[in-house]
């Protein structure tokens, strides 16, 4: 049985295919159409997706949409009549996109793909709470989902067991962590929906002086229930999401580019310590309510990994898991899973997501050919010869673009579209964000380490296969990697199994044996406001604009003079 999941038309846009049950390809359509972020109905992705297993639309026994379109509908509307007359410019620019496509959804999947069967439409946050508990190694486990806004909801707890989802609760509009936390990014002069990751990390350097202040305007009760006080914020009344209200009580906001202030600094810790105890709240409340001691996550805020990661150390669940595309990309697996499973009632559960291994691959001509094409000297590497040259060149300090096999699902790079460097070097977190990445000086940059040897480097409590845990870096190590030791002395931490990636395994390995130290930076092959490169061209591309070193595509080596 083939199904097709799909999330599209407010961001993040993607495709996944399920078959029989197991994920067998997934991809954002930013990837291929080269717009970060993009919203757009994911035809490369399904595209991608369907060619991967040599399908045509006439192989598809069901399509699975990530939300519910007219409950979502309803929700703009009533609180676009709520906001009248300040809503009106918003109402006027929104109304076209929904009369276009959202609100006919079965006839532009129809349009767009000549599908003549069976659409299901899944709940927003019932795609989500899918596409962490279905792919998950437990029979049975807690689900906490929490985001921006679904179609009303924006938080909601349950649990799932075997190839089922009970929602328990759930917070709706205008009610919301995640909105709070995109309106603080806006505040500060960052992108909403791109830039909460940085906010993250400027947190680390602040102070939490400001914590009164947003306790005020959002109320969280003992049972981790919330109420935001709306004065402070306009989310339908204009073209910013805080208030004139907001403004008064922290002071005139940050424009982007603007000078950062020792203020918009301690407002970002603010929010995040804010957001993080929130959280935590909710937790404990979710455990007290369902007494399993296993939790999946899902939804924009658990990419946060910080959040994450006191979760686990701070509340009574024993195990943690969250699939690396948290945010509405992961909706379109969901839905598909969620289908199958759920819907569809198939039993037992035969898929577990072990790697995010999911994306578009390409052989050794087609990177031989992006090569030659581009007039670049390069090199031909046996297995063996290619980890040891590489490693060596990582252990001289030098920047090495690192594209392997299939690309990943997510935001993250997890190994085989990354950009990789040493973490002995302290100056290499400033060398990497001005000279490669050019992107702010603050952020930080996260370790690969070999799973084996990961407790002997940090102090954690669970695997963090997909970059989404940022535990502390043990006392005795922090000086053997300072590159990857954010300024609070935690690091975003990736375990490399050997299983699920033997060529970042092996590497990693070989500068172990020439530094000792298991460990490498991994960050994403992309420069500042690009996606992460999908193609070897789209790799050279990057390579040319930067300062990197080295490019490895394959087993084909590329080095600047």
């Not at 199958?340 to 039993?347: A, T, V, W």
């Not at 001509?365 to 007039?375: E, I, P, S, T, Y």
């Given at each position: ?5 799909i999330?599209?038309?407010y ?8 078959q029989d ?6 991809a954002q359509?930013?990837?291929f159409?080269?717009?970060?972020y ?5 035809i490369?992705?399904?595209n991608?997706?369907?060619q991967?297993?040599d399908l045509?639309?006439?192989?598809i ?6 939300e519910?379109?007219y ?10 009549l ?10 006027l ?6 009369l ?26 019932l ?14 486990a807690a689900?906490?989902i929490?985001d921006?806004v ?6 909601s707890?349950?649990?799932?067991k075997a190839?089922?989802?009970n929602?328990l ?22 992108e909403a929906l ?14 939490p002086?400001?914590l ?11 049972d ?11 989310f ?5 999401m805080?208030?004139?209200?907001f ?13 950062m ?12 310590k ?17 007494k ?7 939804g924009?805020l ?27 990309a992961g ?5 598909a ?15 577990i997501?072990?790697?995010a291994?999911l994306g578009?691959?390409?052989?050794a ?13 390069f090199?031909?590497f ?19 673009g690192?594209v392997?096999g299939?690309?990943?699902f997510g935001?993250?790079?997890?190994g ?7 973490p002995?070097?302290?100056d ?24 084996e040897?990961?407790?002997?480097f ?8 997909f ?7 043990r ?18 931490m ?13 590497l990693?390995k ?19 406001g ?5 193609l070897?061209e789209e790799a050279?591309?990057?390579?040319l604009?930067s300062?990197m070193d080295c ?8 080095e600047?003079?």
């Open positions: 049985m083939n199904i097709l999941g999330s599209c038309f961001h993040d846009s993607a495709a996944c295919l399920v049950g197991k994920v067998v390809a997934a359509e930013e990837r159409n080269r717009e970060k993009s919203s757009v109905f994911p490369r992705a399904i991608y997706c369907f991967s297993k045509t639309i006439y192989d026994d069901y399509i699975a949409f990530y519910k379109s409950l979502k509908f309803s929700r703009v509307i009533l609180s676009h709520r906001s009248y007359p300040f809503s009106l410019k918003n109402f620019g929104t109304m076209p996109h929904w276009e496509d959202r609100l006919i959804m079965p006839l532009v999947i129809k349009k767009e793909l000549g599908y003549e069967g069976k659409s299901l439409f899944i709940k927003h946050h795609s989500h709470a899918a596409s962490a508990f279905l792919v998950s190694p437990f029979e049975e689900i906490l929490a921006g679904g179609e009303w909801t924006t938080a707890f349950g649990f799932g190839n089922q989802i929602i609760k759930e917070i709706q509009y205008p009610d919301s962590l995640g909105l709070l936390y995109t309106a603080v990014t806006s505040y500060l002069g960052f791109s830039g909460e990751g940085k906010v993250m990390g400027l947190a680390g350097y602040g102070k002086s400001y009164d202040k947003f306790k005020e305007i959002v109320e969280v009760k003992p981790g229930s919330f109420k935001m006080d709306q004065r402070f914020f306009g339908n009344r204009g073209s910013r805080y208030s004139v209200k403004v008064k009580s922290f002071g005139k906001e940050r424009k982007p580019d603007g000078k202030e020792e203020r918009h600094i301690d407002i970002a810790a603010s929010l995040q804010f957001l993080e105890d929130t959280l935590i709240t909710i937790a404990r409340n979710v455990y007290k309510e369902t399993m001691d296993k939790l999946c996550l899902a924009g658990f990419l946060n990994c910080v959040a994450n990661n006191r979760i686990l150390e701070e509340t009574e669940f024993k195990e943690l898991f969250i699939q690396p595309a948290a945010g509405d909706g379109a697996l969901g839905a899973c969620y289908a199958h499973y759920s819907l569809l009632n198939n039993k037992p559960r035969n898929y997501m072990t790697d291994y578009p691959e390409f052989n001509d087609q990177a031989r050919r992006a090569l030659v094409n581009h007039k670049l000297n090199k031909e046996d297995e063996s010869a290619l980890f040891a040259h590489v490693a060596s060149i990582l252990s001289q300090d030098k920047i090495v690192w392997q299939r690309m990943e935001p993250r790079a997890l085989n579209r990354s950009i990789l460097a040493s002995r070097n302290p290499m977190k400033e060398l990497l964000n001005s000279k490669v990445k050019k992107r702010e000086s603050f952020r930080p940059y996260a370790p690969a380490v070999l799973e040897r990961a407790n002997d940090f102090e954690f409590k669970n695997l963090s296969p970059m989404l845990l940022s535990p502390k870096v006392e005795d190590k922090k000086s053997a990697i300072p590159a990857v030791t954010h300024i609070d002395g935690s690091a975003r990736q375990t490399v199994n050997k299983n699920s990636n033997p060529r970042l395994w092996q990693i070989e500068f172990e044996g020439i530094t000792g130290i298991p460990v490498i930076i991994n960050t994403s092959f992309n420069l500042k690009e996606p992460i490169v999908c070897p050279i591309d990057v390579f604009r300062q490019l490895v595509l394959g087993n084909y080596v590329i600047k003079e």
